[in-house]
């Protein structure tokens, strides 16, 4: 059974830093491309990074380049979001997310519906 278990999540005053953590079992995702989402309450959810199966290549929003950043340790099976300099608008619910499919290039990692396996999420609370 594959889970993805996200952790690290919190309540931040605005400005602060919070780095999320996504660890997977079950099988390996070094071939894949995984993922982070969010949603806001009353809102859908949305693309926040990805990145390939080495991290050599990334994914970001626009709402979050610069402040965001995605990084992964295929040894342990894990990817992470280092989250810098968080405004009021970061607070949701973040959800880690894998594909089931090799990295290729030419699939949109921006789209949810590329990605197969998601964890539970995790709350991000940013206060003013």
């Known amino acids: 059974q594959v889970q993805l278990v996200e952790s690290g999540g919190g309540l931040v005053q605005a400005g602060g830093s919070l780095r999320l953590s996504c660890a997977a079992s079950?099988?390996?995702?070094?071939?894949?491309?995984m993922g982070w989402f969010r949603q806001a309450p009353g809102k859908e959810r949305e693309f926040v990074a990805a990145?390939?199966?080495?991290?050599?290549?990334?994914y970001y929003a626009d709402s979050v380049k610069g402040r965001f950043t995605i990084s992964r340790d295929n040894a342990k099976n894990s990817v992470y979001l280092q989250m810098n300099s968080l405004k009021l608008e970061d607070t949701a619910v973040y959800y880690c997310?894998?594909?089931?499919?090799?990295?290729?290039?030419?699939?949109?990692?921006?789209?949810?519906?590329?990605?197969?396996?998601w964890g539970q999420g995790t709350q991000v609370t940013v206060s003013s």
């Open positions: 997310a894998a594909d089931g499919a090799p990295f290729r290039t030419n699939r949109n990692y921006y789209s949810d519906y590329t990605y197969d396996y």
């Open positions: 079950g099988r390996t995702f070094n071939n894949n491309a």
């Open positions: 990145a390939s199966r080495s991290g050599s290549s990334t």
